[in-house]
């Protein structure tokens, strides 16, 4: 079974950093894109950032130059980059990838991890 296991969450002051990984593990043939989305109490989950297999990075407007997503291919995994925290950042990430499994195409999300800014 492929899956994906999230870590770095947690509890930051405004100002901090904090740095999640997103590592999949199980068979599978290859996994294209990559990306992080949030959710927020009562929000909809929305895009943070994504990279495609090849590198290209896309980020929402809102974590712009703070934030950075970046990818290790040999160790399948990707990881988010986070700078300049500020309380509205507080929500559950998810790590999500698409590619091809063993039986065709498949998409994937981690469990999600918390993290909370403190003002």
């Known amino acids: 079974q492929v899956q994906l296991v999230e870590s770095g969450g947690g509890l930051v002051q405004a100002g901090g950093s904090l740095r999640l990984s997103c590592a999949a593990s199980g068979s599978f043939v290859s996994l294209n894109d990559m990306g992080w989305y949030r959710q927020a109490p009562g929000k909809k989950r929305e895009l943070v950032a994504g990279?495609?297999?090849?590198?290209?990075?896309n980020y929402a407007d809102s974590v712009k130059g703070r934030f950075t997503i970046s990818r290790d291919n040999a160790k399948n995994t990707v990881y988010l980059q986070m700078n300049s925290l500020k309380p509205e950042d507080t929500a559950v990430y998810y790590c999500n990838a698409d590619g091809v499994g063993l039986r065709g195409y498949l998409e994937l999300w981690g469990q999600g991890t918390l993290v909370t800014v403190s003002s």
């Open positions: 990279i495609t297999s090849v590198g290209r990075t």
